[in-house]
């Protein structure tokens, strides 16, 4: 078994337990060490048979695939998993990301899938069934959105800011105009420059920003 990747298989479901053996043992660098068919008793036999990747069931009595990734996570078992589930639904995907499972594969799909996942996740890589791409794509866009500088007031010229503080003291374009003696065109272009750079949207966003931080705008 040296140079072996070695898996368990965690399913209630003894048939699909013998599918996913039959075309993993198919291949020459993989190796079946344990097949159980409930959560205890396959953190029991991680713990005992120390495989490379376990591959877990969402669904399993005695304790689910979640609290076993849980268990996994608390133990600081060093495995990486692989959920198998029916389970589309993109909160699913994200719950088991988020507990550390390196492989997102469906049941539909496992017999295809399988083995390229064991290998990606062997091989360091995560593996996700073509069907969740899109939640893979929305997950890693919000992360970047969650990195990314927000838009403040001082990303305002001087001229943006005042038409900003006279916005918030409800005068018209004409009125801003009169008062800072220039054009109402160039009283739009700054109105439509200061959405664009706090990435305001809709009829009566920006009046409502500016009446939302007045306090800022006049400190």
Same mark, same amino acid.
């Given at each position: #078994?040296?140079? &072996?990747?070695?898996?368990?298989?965690?399913?209630?479901? $003894?048939?699909?337990?013998?599918? +996913?053996?039959?075309?993993? /043992?198919?291949?020459?660098?993989?190796? @079946?060490?344990?097949?159980?068919?409930?959560?205890?008793?396959?953190? /029991?036999?991680?713990?005992?048979?120390?495989?490379?990747?376990?591959?877990?069931?969402?669904? #399993?009595?005695?304790?689910?695939? +979640?609290?076993?990734?849980?268990?996994?996570?608390?133990?600081?078992? $060093?495995? &990486? @998993?692989?959920?198998?589930?029916?389970?589309? /639904?993109?909160?699913?995907?994200?719950?088991?990301?988020?507990?550390?499972?390196?492989?997102? %594969?469906? &049941?539909? =799909? !496992?017999?295809?899938?399988?083995?390229?996942?064991?290998?990606?996740?062997?091989?360091?890589?995560?593996?996700?069934?073509?069907? #969740?791409?899109?939640?893979? @794509? !929305?997950?890693?866009?919000?992360?970047?959105?969650? *990195?990314? $500088?927000?838009? =403040? +007031?001082?990303?305002? *010229?001087?001229?943006?800011?005042? %038409?900003?503080? +006279?916005?918030?003291?409800?005068?018209?374009?004409?009125?801003?105009?009169?008062?800072?003696?220039?054009? $109402?065109? *160039?009283?739009?272009?700054?109105?439509?420059?200061?959405?664009?750079?706090?990435?305001?949207?809709?009829?009566?966003?920006? #009046? &409502?920003? !500016?009446? *939302?931080?007045?306090? /800022?705008?006049?400190?």
């Amino acid at each position: #078994m040296l140079g &072996k990747t070695s898996i368990l298989i965690a399913d209630d479901h $003894p048939i699909v337990r013998q599918g +996913l053996r039959q075309t993993i /043992e198919r291949e020459s660098d993989l190796k @079946v060490v344990a097949e159980v068919a409930d959560g205890l008793s396959a953190l /029991e036999q991680i713990q005992a048979r120390k495989p490379g990747i376990a591959i877990l069931d969402i669904e #399993m009595p005695e304790l689910d695939g +979640l609290g076993v990734l849980r268990e996994i996570n608390r133990r600081n078992l $060093p495995v &990486k @998993v692989i959920v198998l589930t029916i389970y589309r /639904e993109e909160e699913a995907f994200h719950q088991t990301i988020d507990l550390g499972a390196k492989g997102y %594969v469906l &049941k539909d =799909s !496992a017999v295809t899938d399988i083995v390229s996942a064991i290998r990606g996740v062997a091989a360091g890589h995560n593996y996700f069934s073509p069907a #969740m791409t899109d939640y893979l @794509v !929305a997950r890693r866009n919000r992360a970047t959105a969650l *990195t990314r $500088p927000k838009p =403040s +007031l001082q990303d305002l *010229t001087p001229a943006e800011r005042n %038409v900003l503080k +006279l916005i918030a003291e409800y005068k018209t374009s004409t009125e801003i105009a009169e008062g800072l003696h220039i054009s $109402p065109r *160039t009283v739009e272009t700054h109105r439509t420059n200061i959405c664009h750079k706090l990435e305001i949207h809709g009829r009566h966003a920006l #009046m &409502k920003f !500016a009446l *939302t931080h007045k306090s /800022e705008l006049f400190f």
